[in-house]
């Protein structure tokens, strides 16, 4: 915030100074004028709202009607009207292309290339060497990637690390994750393999038959299929890098879409859903009907990565406070691997996406005042307030100046209308922001998940019991720590529109969707047939020059990040 005052971005004068100035020395009034005129504070900026679309789902409102964005507010003078998708991703940025009308700022997410390819974001260059200093403090060291071929930035992404890598004690990226009550009946028993895993879940079921349980389920609506395309590749000890896997000493790229792996990955799909174990609905539900079978407590496994399923794993936390702290409903992460000696990396290692961000459009009305907002936002104390909240609200401080959360604070914060309310729910990422992982120059986690003190008063009694069981603190610690890959993540490379290798990934999903379905619910008997019509079909996609692409890209990129 004072780092705001001096650029000017919120008016405030020096009490010293004008006091000096309404008392001029009479011998020199004219350089009392000046200087009283020089200390007068700046008039604050008119208000003004512009428009933001942002590409996930979240309830639409005004961000000065959150208690965050009217603190910004008040510096700024800006507020957003923000709006949320609903429905399809493809057809509504389809729809602002065709008509030429945007937001004032858009997040595209997976349909980025779409508005680059439309023209529908304005260089940003200029904008930021004017005034955008923290946006060059923060971003600065990735502005190779950031640079489109024409050489300028059309987008700001998320994740530039500031200050030293902390990976999260908490699991919000990939996991195979089963319900608490499965493991509890079971004695806690340590599930390392892909195999133990499915068991697990199938014996389960088979006590508990009555009750109409779900064993496994799946979700593929729209871009999210990923949550059931990428478990091959995770199974098999990668990191999530997309369409495919990097090669640790020669970087070479090698999709898994038809490998060994992927296929026994659906075959064990399609084992349980002839046993009746698998929900047919994971290829017709939409994300709001998969969220709400996650919390309905009849599901008892899926796969997925810890941020998209927050929302369910949040609601289900609610219920286990109101219900007196039984949760057994809940859900519990497992690092699982296909062979028990194959080294999981299911944690990210420090990162930058570079192909997911936030844009001022052409259609914006005043990209300046946007910049400038974007970069209030890059302070130290402007990120604590939207990472943490108010301070003695939402977060505390020690003696020590580390900053902590009461288990009341905790307990609040788990209600994600309440996050909405303080404005959190809308403020922690889809804006210009420090990555995932960043710390402040204290060695505070910008992130609270990331925050040690946090994580672990975060966790019931219930929990703390269950992970002792497993001889770790927090659920990070089942979990390898994450190799070096100065590429990661290699979905974040931008391929050229119309090139063999962009044309594979665009319809390569096509190709899944159709087979996966049919392969998964099909007869046990025709699941060869069905995996050789699917593996056949892949391969008459450009697979060959894909591969090679996506080799060399990995390569500059990787000599990109160490400067080269």
């Known amino acids: 915030m004072s780092l705001a005052l001096v650029m000017g971005l919120v008016g405030c004068g020096n009490n010293t100074a004008n006091e000096n100035a309404a008392t001029p020395d009479a011998g020199n009034t004219g350089n009392a004028a000046n200087t009283q005129t ?6 604050k900026p008119e208000p003004a709202t512009f428009t933001y679309f942002n590409a996930t789902a979240n309830k639409d409102t005004d961000t000065n009607k959150t208690e965050i964005g009217k603190i910004l507010e008040e510096q700024t003078g800006v507020n957003f009207k923000m709006e949320h998708l609903v429905g399809d991703l493809n057809t509504k940025i389809g729809t602002m292309i065709a008509s030429n009308e945007y937001p004032d700022i858009l997040q595209p997410d997976a349909a980025i290339d779409k508005v680059l390819e439309a023209g529908a974001f304005i260089p940003l260059n200029d904008l930021i060497d004017k005034y955008g200093p923290n946006i060059k403090r923060v971003y600065e060291p990735y502005f190779n990637l950031m640079k ?5 930035i059309y987008f700001l992404p998320f994740s530039a690390v500031v200050g030293e890598y902390n990976p999260n004690p908490t699991i919000d990226q990939g996991a195979f994750w089963v319900q608490n009550r499965v493991l509890k009946e ?3 028993p340590k599930i390392k393999t892909f195999d133990e895993y499915f068991n697990l879940i199938k014996d389960y079921a088979g006590k508990h038959s009555d009750e ?22 995770h199974l098999a000890g990668y990191p999530n890098d997309g369409e495919v896997q990097v090669d640790m000493n020669t970087m070479d790229s090698k999709i898994y879409a038809t490998n060994d792996g992927t296929k026994r990955w659906l075959q064990k799909l399609n084992e349980f859903n002839a046993a ?8 017709v539900d939409n994300y709001d009907q998969y969220l709400a079978k996650l919390t309905s407590g009849k599901v008892l496994g899926f796969f997925d990565y810890g941020w998209q399923v927050n929302q369910a794993l949040q609601t289900l936390k609610t219920e286990t406070l109101k219900n007196g702290g039984n949760d057994d409903l809940e859900y519990f992460p497992l690092p699982i691997t296909f062979d028990a ?3 999981d990396q299911y944690i990210d290692p420090a990162s930058f996406v570079n192909n997911r961000g936030v844009g001022i459009t052409t259609s914006a009305k005043d990209p300046e005042r946007i910049i400038k907002f974007f970069d209030s936002l890059l302070t130290d104390d402007n990120q604590k307030l939207i990472q943490w909240g108010i301070k003695g609200q939402n977060y505390e401080v020690d003696d020590k100046g580390r900053l902590y959360r009461t288990q009341e604070q905790i307990d609040k914060l788990k209600d994600n209308d309440y996050k909405r309310q303080v404005g959190i729910g809308y403020f922690e990422y889809y804006w210009p922001m420090y990555g995932q992982g960043s710390t402040f120059p204290d060695g505070n986690a910008v992130n609270p998940g990331r925050q040690p003190e946090v994580a672990q008063a975060s966790f019931t009694p219930a929990e703390k019991d269950r992970l002792a069981k497993y001889g770790v603190q927090t659920y990070a610690e089942m979990f390898s720590k994450p190799d070096e890959r100065p590429w990661y993540p290699a979905w974040s ?4 529109q119309g090139s063999e290798a962009q044309i594979y990934t665009a319809k390569k999903p096509d190709v899944q969707r159709k087979y996966f379905a049919k392969i998964v619910l099909g007869a046990p008997d025709k699941f060869d047939a069905y995996w050789n019509e699917y593996v056949d079909e892949i391969n008459k996609l450009p697979v060959a ?8 890209e990995v390569k500059k990129k990787a000599a990109k990040i160490k400067g080269n």
């Open 38 to 43: 020089a200390n007068e504070p700046e008039a």
């Open 148 to 152: 489109a071929e024409d050489g300028n």
């Open 186 to 188: 079971a004695g806690y």
């Open 212 to 233: 109409k349980l779900t064993g496994f389920m799946s979700l593929t609506h729209d871009w999210r299929f990923f949550a059931t395309t990428n478990p091959p590749n």
């Open 276 to 283: 009746g174990l698998f929900d047919k609905s994971s290829f």
């Open 341 to 343: 000696n194959t080294k």
């Open 493 to 496: 490379i931008s391929l050229e």
């Open 545 to 552: 020059d894909y591969e090679k692409t996506m080799t060399e």
